[in-house]
């Protein structure tokens, strides 16, 4: 399998539920990244890890908790989320490295709605 | 503030026709513009410019980068309908965290 991969690809889930989303990539990236895309606004970038380590929170509110056990791997620990967080959250890596840092390659992402 | 403005923000065309997309953007810790391509989920990469004047081209599609006016065009010729989709146009600058994207231009191509 190539590329960066993200399950589930779709989610529904309750404002007191606990889920986990995860992105693994196969390109020997050492910095990956969670976006969350939401209608009609640009990607907001939530969370950075670079070689493993957080380099980036952007003052995301604490119902959305990262994790990355190894470079390959990533995850978006979710738990009482609210509608508003309803929206399409992609994962994707890139290569540090001068301005190869900027080419970020995505996965598919996953579509979340929050009842 | 960092902002990456993309212009029109959709539009509509015919088979066969040139379309021109604009990405302007203020300049910060600049290293790189990119464009990349949405269709249905996954963001594509189409092209990384980090100087000025010098085009790049894959196919059908080219752009240009102009770092003394802050902007970028994206060119697509004889569009198809494939080419229907969103194209994002990114501000890249050093280090992970420096990125920074524009609502994209919706793009619709009719037969």
């Known amino acids: 399998e190539t590329g960066v991969t993200q399950t589930p690809r779709h989610l529904v889930m309750g404002m007191t539920n606990k889920k986990s989303l995860k992105c693994e990539q196969h390109?020997?990236?050492?910095?990956m990244y969670w976006y969350k895309q939401s209608a009609k606004k640009p990607l907001e970038l939530m969370f950075v890890?670079?070689?493993?380590?957080?380099?980036e929170n952007n003052s995301v509110p604490s119902r959305f908790s990262p994790e990355c056990p190894n470079s390959s791997h990533l995850f978006l620990h979710l738990h009482t989320l609210q509608p508003e967080d309803s929206a399409l959250y992609l994962c994707?890596?890139?290569?540090?490295?001068?301005?190869?840092?900027?080419?970020?390659?995505f996965g598919p992402g996953t579509r979340l709605t929050v009842l | 503030e960092d902002k990456v403005v993309q212009s029109p923000l959709s539009l509509v065309v015919h088979e066969g026709d040139t379309v021109t997309l604009n990405c302007s953007y203020e300049?910060?810790?600049?290293?790189?513009l990119l464009w990349y391509k949405q269709e249905k989920k996954a963001p594509t990469f189409l092209f990384m410019l980090?100087?000025?004047?010098i085009e790049k081209k894959s196919g059908r599609l080219s752009s240009i980068l102009d770092k003394k006016e802050l902007f970028s065009i994206l060119n697509i010729t004889a569009t198809q309908t494939g080419d229907s989709a969103i194209y994002l146009c990114?501000?890249?600058?050093?280090?992970?965290?420096?990125?920074?994207f524009g609502t994209g231009t919706r793009l619709t191509v009719i037969p």
């Open positions: 990114v501000r890249g600058g050093s280090g992970a965290n420096n990125l920074f």
């Open positions: 390109l020997g990236h050492n910095a």
């Open positions: 890890y670079n070689f493993k380590e957080q380099t």
């Open positions: 994707a890596s890139s290569q540090p490295g001068g301005s190869s840092y900027n080419e970020q390659f």
């Open positions: 980090t100087s000025s004047g």
């Open positions: 300049v910060t810790n600049f290293r790189s």
